[in-house]
């Protein structure tokens, strides 16, 4: 059973880079029908979706975060990561990761549990 | 990018009931819809894809309905276990968007 794990600082201050982790277990991270994404959620808010990236290494950014985001794979470790630069108070969510399928029509079917980032000095 | 819009935005229900939430895209987006819940501290999980295929292991009391623009999620026979927070998301195109949420409450 495929597994999704996010790690990274819970804490970073403002106008520094977010770095977030995410490893997959239980299946390869390289496939034709998998893409690997990035969302987020402010505390009582809704959910943002912020890119994703596939085992090739490309990716698809949301334009609101584009000029901040990096996204990368690392197939020899199972994992893909995030970088999102010039952070602020309003970068403060729990982000998760979370497989998209071609076979549910590119729903997320497997999301990691989530991890807490405060942006603050 | 897409909005989506589900109505309403809360609602508060009993043991048994039949609810039905709606979601709204701003363009057509075919059936490039999806539905999740989410409960408190945890990942969303997702219930039914494509409008209307139910997820493995979903209970069958939940269904999709809809394409183009309107679509529908269903809880005939409301459970202890489905009060959450619904979401609808499109896959239609990138930015991936979601609904802003259907609150579920005990009456």
């Known amino acids: 059973q495929v597994q999704l794990q996010e790690s990274g600082p819970g804490l970073v201050k403002p106008s520094q880079t977010l770095s977030l982790t995410c490893t997959v277990s239980g299946d390869s991270i390289i496939s034709f029908f998998y893409s690997w994404n990035w969302l987020r959620q402010p505390a009582g808010k809704g959910l943002e979706w912020i890119g994703r990236v596939y085992s090739s290494g490309s990716t698809n950014y949301n334009p609101s975060l584009k000029s901040r985001l990096t996204m990368s794979v690392d197939t020899s470790k199972n994992q893909f990561s995030l970088r999102l630069s010039s952070v602020t108070a309003a970068d403060t969510a729990v982000y998760y990761c979370a497989r998209d399928s071609e076979r549910v029509a590119r729903a997320m079917d497997v999301w990691g549990q989530g991890t807490t980032v405060t942006v603050s000095s | 990018d897409i909005q989506m819009t589900q109505s309403p935005s809360s609602l508060s229900a009993s043991v048994g009931d039949r609810v039905t939430i709606t979601c709204r895209a701003g363009q057509a987006i075919d059936t490039y819809l999806n539905w999740y819940q989410q409960k408190p501290g945890e990942a969303p999980n997702l219930l039914i894809y494509?409008?209307?295929s139910l997820q493995s292991e979903v209970p069958s009391r939940f269904s999709g309905s809809g394409s183009g623009t309107d679509f529908t999620l269903t809880i005939t026979s409301l459970q202890p276990e489905d009060f959450a927070t619904y979401y609808c998301q499109q896959t239609y195109t990138t930015p991936r968007t979601f609904g802003q949420g259907t609150r579920v409450e005990i009456k």
């Open positions: 494509a409008a209307s």
